[in-house]
Antibody, heavy 120, light 108 residues
Framework: EVQLVESGGLMVKPGGSLRLSCSASGFLFRGHSMHWVRQSPERGLEWISLISGDGSSTYYADSVKGRFITSRDNIKTSLYLQMTSLRTDDTALYYC?????????????WGQGTLVTVSS | DIQLTQSPSSLSASIGDRVTITCRASQNILMYLNWYQQTPGKAPKLLIHGASILQSGAPSRFSGGGSETHFTLTISNLQPEDFATYYCQHSYTTLPYTFGQGTKLEIK
């Protein structure tokens, strides 16, 4: 069974940093690209980053580019999101999601989410 | 960025009804459109990919159609577990992937 479990969400002050983790199991981790998607009442569902299966390529939404870094450890089957210069509008539930292997890239498995709150 | 606009924003229907949700893209995205279902407190679940391909495990009462800029999600014979919020998402070659604002389906 595919499982994705996020952790690391906390309340932090504006300008602070945080590292989220996503532990994956039940599938060949290195065979799938992985994504971070966040959800908030204000912004709805927002895709924020993609990392290729071997970790050599990463892509980011403009809203996080230059502040967030996505990485992965295929030995530990884990995905990471290093978040810096956090702003109040980064407050959201952060999901890791597995990329399907279809022509139309979708997110076929999601974690339960981890809550990040940025507030002074 | 490609904008996706869903209509309606909310919808009331009864058990056994057939409903259709529309998603319009701001530019031609061919067939690169996916649909998700989200129930309260849960992560979204992929229902349809490639505009019309039913995701493994999704019930056959869900069907998707359309292409280019106009897409539909149809749910036939509504069941109690179908009352949820539905989102479209594009996966065209131009990043970022974006989602529609959602359509909340409620019991009448």
């Amino acid at each position: 069974e595919v499982q994705l479990v996020e952790s690391g969400g906390l309340m932090v002050k504006p300008g602070g940093s945080l590292r989220l983790s996503c532990s994956a199991s039940g599938f060949l981790f290195r065979g799938h690209s992985m994504h971070w998607v966040r959800q908030s009442p204000e912004r709805g569902l927002e895709w924020i980053s993609l990392i290729s299966g071997d970790g050599s390529s990463t892509y980011y939404a403009d809203s996080v580019k230059g502040r967030f870094i996505t990485s992965r450890d295929n030995i530990k089957t884990s995905l990471y999101l290093q978040m810096t210069s956090l702003r109040t509008d980064d407050t959201a539930l952060y999901y890791c999601a597995r990329s399907n292997q279809a022509q139309s890239v979708g997110f076929d498995h999601w974690g339960q989410g981890t809550l990040v709150t940025v507030s002074s | 960025d490609i904008q996706l606009t869903q209509s309606p924003s909310s919808l009331s229907a009864s058990i056994g009804d057939r409903v259709t949700i529309t998603c319009r893209a701001s530019q031609n995205i061919l067939m690169y459109l996916n649909w998700y279902q989200q129930t309260p407190g849960k992560a979204p679940k992929l229902l349809i990919h490639g505009a019309s391909i039913l995701q493994s495990g999704a019930p056959s009462r869900f069907s998707g159609g359309g292409s280019e800029t106009h897409f539909t999600l149809t749910i036939s014979n509504l069941q109690p577990e179908d009352f949820a919020t539905y989102y479209c998402q594009h996966s065209y070659t131009t990043l970022p992937y974006t989602f529609g604002q959602g359509t909340k389906l409620e019991i009448k």
